[in-house]
Nanobody, 115 residues
């Protein structure tokens, strides 16, 4: 079973920053594009950003310029640096490969943006 361990979430005020980390199973990390997804209760889980093995990054329009995805291949870890956070960014954040994600997901990390 593929494993993902996300961390770094928390409660932050609007305009604040957080850095999420996800350590992934090395068997899949080294050969796959990795992505961060987020999910709000009652809604679908959606990709936020992704990064290829060679470091080419993509971010959806709603976070472009505020979120930066990166990866450390030797550590099997993908990061999401989030700045200028907004209440709409509140969600549980997950990592997985892209596309498509594995059926197996980690526990996620909760990000709450509130004053």
């Amino acid at each position: 079973q593929v494993q993902f361990v996300e961390s770094g979430g928390g409660l932050v005020q609007p305009g604040g920053s957080l850095r999420l980390s996800c350590e992934a199973d090395g068997r899949i990390f080294s050969t796959n594009t990795m992505a961060w997804y987020r999910q709000v209760p009652g809604e679908t889980r959606n990709r936020v950003a992704s990064i290829s093995v060679d470091g080419s990054a993509y971010a959806v329009d709603s976070v472009k310029g505020r979120f930066t995805i990166s990866r450390h291949n030797a550590k099997n870890t993908v990061y999401l640096q989030m700045t200028s956070l907004k209440p709409d960014d509140t969600a549980v954040y997950y990592c997985n490969k892209f596309p498509p994600p594995f059926d197996s997901w980690g526990q996620g990390t909760q990000v709450t943006v509130s004053s």
